[in-house]
T-cell receptor, first 113, second 112 residues
Framework: EAGVAQSPRYKIIEKRQSVAFWCNPI?????LYWYQQILGQGPKLLIQ????????DSQLPKDRFSAERLKGVDSTLKIQPAKLEDSAVYLC???????????FGPGTRLTVL | DAKTTQPPSMDCAEGRAANLPCNHS???????VYWYRQIHSQGPQYIIH???NNETNEMASLIITEDRKSSTLILPHATLRDTAVYYC?????????????FGAGTQVVVTP
């Protein structure tokens, strides 16, 4: 069974630029999550989708971050404009259903200069 | 805020059992105990979870105290590949769709 795929694996941008991350969850998984992991800390949930609807985006900085999952499969997370403090690893995870075991992708390491 | 307390680090000798403690003194009756680990430069990996009974799978065993205020993850024969950060998480399956709240975890280093 293929795992959660993410791209790119690494991205370096300058502050005020825009960036987008892509996630392909495990086939058939209805729930998709985006986490932010700052160096030395545990992952923090940014947004959770159930199919193509948002069920929790309480930790998403909505003035600069946006995410979508239009067809209930792939998802993109965008930052516009980026700030220095956005430097982190962005992890995507999926589960068969809400409350199910979450399986994580390898993450995208973002460096904002 | 995370609802668990873990030691920041611990060492373990290769081939020996690794016993990772976790305190969750404020756990509620509908909260499960989950364990994930994160190997360097990888995403977190699910290990095991339990409610009140001890659980075992191919990766580890989970021992939960009778009062459920603490638990221990046991890696029976640690290998160098078990070097990782281990996260203990309590999770309510009926709240916010069961989101995971990670703390800082325990950095486990397995030495030859």
């Amino acid at each position: 069974e293929a795992g959660v795929a993410q791209s790119p694996r690494y991205k370096i941008i300058e502050k005020r630029q825009s960036v987008a991350f892509w996630c392909n969850p495990i086939s058939g998984h209805a729930t998709l999550y985006w986490y932010q992991q700052i160096l030395g800390q545990g992952p923090k949930l940014l947004i959770q989708f159930q199919n193509n609807g948002v069920v929790d985006d309480s930790q998403l900085p909505k003035d600069r971050f946006s995410a979508e999952r239009l067809k209930g499969v792939d998802s993109t997370l965008k930052i516009q404009p980026a700030k220095l403090e956005d430097s982190a690893v962005y992890l995507c995870a999926s589960s068969l259903e809400a409350g199910g075991t979450q399986y994580f992708g390898p993450g995208t390491r973002l460096t904002v200069l | 805020d995370a609802k668990t307390t873990q030691p920041p680090s611990m060492d373990c000798a290769e081939g020996r059992a690794a016993n990772l403690p976790c305190n969750h003194s404020t756990i509620s009756g509908n909260e499960y105990v989950y364990w994930y680990r994160q190997i360097h430069s990888q995403g977190p990996q699910y290990i095991i979870h339990g409610l009140k009974n001890n659980e075992t799978n191919e990766m580890a065993s989970l021992i939960i105290t009778e009062d459920r205020k603490s638990s221990t993850l046991i890696l029976p024969h640690a290998t160098l590949r078990d070097t990782a950060v281990y996260y203990c998480i309590v999770r309510v399956l009926t709240d916010s769709w069961g989101k995971l709240q990670f703390g800082a975890g325990t950095q486990v280093v397995v030495t030859p």
